[in-house]
């Protein structure tokens, strides 16, 4: 395989990269069809390209039908165009009709007029058809402003480092083994096979799901032992890895014995591990015979279920799912939530699995004699596994107690007294009990220790999320970590059971080989999976201020020893958030730049009428851009007013761009992206955290400028809420216009 390396100069300098408006033949076609044609008057648009391009647009019927493409790649080859735009559908559709290779140009520049326009304006009417010009208008300054990227290869290394000798380790290795990859395999312990090599039993994973299943564990160590393709290092400890996807160079620290070697992606594996914050109040460590389920799984593997504080045989087990933190001051049982009840802040991770371990506990209680009281305040079982909920129910000695553990004392009698509140009897109840078994949480292995050392600027740990678990879009792109070529698998990356991790083992393995092959072909891996841009600096005026560097989510970019931006290429996303960064505009792509970003802009044609508002709505193509859309397929209208225009992320806008709408005129801006916070959905993680901070950037510009700073207007909205699209575009214009024209406009 082979990976793009940044075009440099003969002094090893990366090229500026300023893109110009190109000097290559471009031609415009106007599609006709999906009610564009009854829209607005095609004929009007495609006299534009007489002014924008020096010669006249092509308008045609329904261009991605057979007979239509046929004639638009017929006239492609008799004009012998470099490059099309084409007005018609939104560019998230017939990606592969319209592609630069499927038409045979260089670049293809999409303009959406059914979706923004025709499915969402008044067909006919004066200021649909303005729309619709304005559109093509820009759609194209924005291809004029944009260059073909290119790439030089180079070899990169296909390995896989997989890390982590559990179950969720094990499937990944012998996965990406047998589709035809080497694999080094890196346990810190002696032997293979994690928690669940200590397990006495696992849970039903096969119809009707109603019984417990033996380990089987051995069964995968040994196929993985055996695998030529695999290299085990057992007893290792990773103590650095550098360099970026497909030349990863891994060092490892085996027993005082170093050992290198390369890779090209990384499956993190290395589980899970008990976490006592909670539970230590009950006492856990102060008294014997309060015991952590994990604890209690290994007495009931070595077959001696008895008191660890003298040996006695148990009779009566308190079995609690999820302990709470949430008591109160008073220790009367009120926690954080409004009802008294714990909220998710009490308790780590690890709801389901955590349930249906205290469950398989219950029926290893009974089976050993005892009877066993699981205590809880909410069951969670999802799936099939209701199945072995209502078996465990029904089994004889199990009796299942609804409320809260306010305290665990010593009866006096060898005994020990679990004090309950929120029972459903609507008071405190005491239960005696011979062994208290405590749910401890599961936090990731990474909790304490960065486990892989990467080599990074920003660190050698992988960011996390709230919980501590590796930080990803949990929606869209679960594998992924915000470094790049590194992908979490396993209770690394969520709580889960072992029959899942094995799932989530071979996704992971799959995304790594995926990434592997988009970087051997010098393609970004996702969200922007394919792009083969890259982001360059113009270091005459690059003041080494390091922004670029600190604010890119996946420290694609550390400094050289002169201070300047240095780019790992393979670590980009091709997000731009380095561009939006940038107080001094001198970072830009192939195809995406401050530069192309105003021109698009500067496209609008204000008319003469200085009344009729001019607004646009910087839309980040992940979420907001789909929302305009999906308003439009939807058949939605909203206000034509507004001009969209698409970015990578809303963390790329610049601010320089909004300054320079604004005083080139532009009555309104929308800067529109992805749900931000906790639970943040940008596909790029920070994007829209990053563009709130520099708002302040913003109102200092529109301070500079004198301009209302009520003409800017900050959005955060999922694809899923389409339907607010003409309620926010609506309450904006209407905004705009009691504020009157930009003072800029003429």
């Given at each position: 395989m082979a990976a793009w390396i940044a075009p440099t100069s003969k002094a090893g300098v990366p090229v500026a990269v300023t893109p110009k408006p190109t000097s290559e033949r471009t031609d415009l076609y106007v599609c006709t069809g999906c009610g564009i044609g009854e829209a607005v008057d095609a004929d009007r648009l495609a006299a534009l390209g007489n002014t924008e391009l020096k010669h006249p647009g092509t308008v045609a019927g329904p261009l991605c039908i057979p007979e239509g493409l046929a004639a638009l790649r017929d006239g492609l080859v008799g004009s012998e165009a470099d490059r099309v735009v084409i007005a018609a559908c939104s560019e998230r559709v017939n990606h592969d009709v319209f592609s630069p290779a499927s038409l045979g140009v260089n670049m293809v520049g999409r303009v959406n007029i059914r979706e923004l326009v025709a499915w969402s304006k008044p067909p006919g009417e004066h200021e649909t058809q303005l729309l619709a010009e304005d559109y093509v208008r820009m759609g194209i300054q924005r291809l004029l402003w944009s260059r073909k990227p290119d790439r030089q290869e180079r070899d990169i290394e296909t390995a896989l480092l997989v890390v982590g000798g559990g179950i969720s380790g094990l499937t990944a290795a012998l996965e990406a083994a047998n589709a035809g990859h080497d694999v080094h395999l890196v346990e810190r312990r002696a032997e293979l096979g994690g928690w669940t090599a200590r397990f006495a039993q696992l849970f039903p994973t096969r119809p009707p799901y109603r019984e417990l299943e033996?380990?089987?564990?051995?069964?995968?160590?040994?196929?993985?032992?055996?695998h030529p393709r695999i290299t085990v290092h057992t007893g290792a400890e990773i103590t650095a890895v550098a360099g970026e996807p497909g030349g990863l160079e891994v060092t490892l620290d085996q027993g005082g014995t170093r050992t290198d070697f390369s890779a090209g992606a990384v499956v993190m594996a290395t589980g899970w591990q008990p976490d006592l914050s909670v539970i230590e109040r009950l006492g856990v460590g102060d008294l014997p015979d309060v015991v952590t389920n994990v604890a209690f799984e290994e007495m009931a593997r070595s077959g001696a279920l008895v008191r660890p504080s003298d040996g006695a045989p148990v009779k009566r087990v308190a079995i609690v799912t999820r302990p709470r933190a949430g008591l109160g001051p008073s220790g009367n049982g009120s926690g954080n939530g409004a009802d008294g009840r714990a909220t998710d802040d009490d308790f780590s991770f690890g709801t389901n699995v955590l349930d249906m371990a205290s469950l398989k506990h219950a029926l290893y209680a009974t089976e050993a004699g005892a009877r066993a009281y699981v205590i809880y305040e909410d069951m969670v079982t999802p799936g099939l596994y209701e199945s072995f909920y209502r078996r465990v129910s029904e089994q004889p000695g199990v009796y299942f107690t609804n409320g809260r553990v306010k305290g665990i004392e010593a009866d006096g009698a060898g005994g020990l007294l679990v004090r309950l509140g929120h029972s459903l009897l609507g008071e405190d109840v005491g239960l005696p009990v011979d062994l208290v078994v405590l749910a401890a949480g599961m936090v990731p292995s990474t909790a304490d220790s960065d486990v892989l050392h990467l080599?990074?600027?920003?660190?050698?740990?992988?960011?996390?999320?709230?919980f501590g678990f590796s930080d990803s879009n949990f929606i869209c792109f679960p594998y992924e970590t915000r470094r790049t070529g590194i992908y979490a698998a396993g209770?690394?990356?969520?709580?889960?059971?072992?029959?899942?991790?094995?799932?989530?083992?071979?996704g992971a393995a799959l995304k790594a080989l995926q990434s592997l092959e988009l970087i051997g072909s010098g393609r970004s891996t996702h969200p922007r999976s394919g792009d083969l841009s890259l982001p360059a600096t113009r270091y005459q005026g690059c003041t080494r201020c390091g922004r670029c560097s600190q604010e890119c989510p996946f420290s694609a970019i550390e400094l050289d020893e002169r201070g300047f931006p240095a780019l790992n290429p393979e670590r980009c996303r091709r997000c731009g958030i380095c561009m939006g960064a940038c107080p001094v505009q001198v970072i830009s792509f192939e195809d995406y730049s401050v530069d192309q970003l105003s021109a698009t802009v500067k496209a609008i044609d204000f008319g003469s009428d200085k009344d009729i508002p001019r607004i646009v709505a910087l839309a980040c193509e992940n979420d907001a851009y789909p929302a305009f859309d999906l308003a439009g397929i939807n058949r939605l209208g909203f206000d034509a007013a507004v001009r969209v225009v698409p970015l990578r992320c809303l963390g790329s806008l610049n601010v320089a761009v909004v300054a320079d709408a604004l005083s080139s005129g532009i009555d309104g801006m929308m800067l529109m992206g992805c749900k931000s916070g906790d639970d943040y959905q940008c596909h790029f993680i920070q994007g829209s955290a990053l563009a709130a901070k520099r708002l302040g950037n913003v109102m200092e510009t529109l301070n500079r400028l004198t301009i209302e700073p009520e003409r800017v207007l900050p959005v955060e909205i999922e694809i899923s809420e389409y339907d607010r699209i003409p309620e926010i575009v609506g309450d904006f214009v209407e905004t705009v216009r009691k504020l009157g024209s930009n003072p800029y406009k003429f």
């Open positions: 033996p380990v089987r564990i051995d069964e995968l160590i040994d196929a993985v032992v055996a080599m990074y600027l920003q660190g050698p740990g992988l960011p996390t999320a709230k209770t690394v990356r969520e709580p889960m059971d072992g029959a899942f991790a094995a799932e989530d083992a071979t």
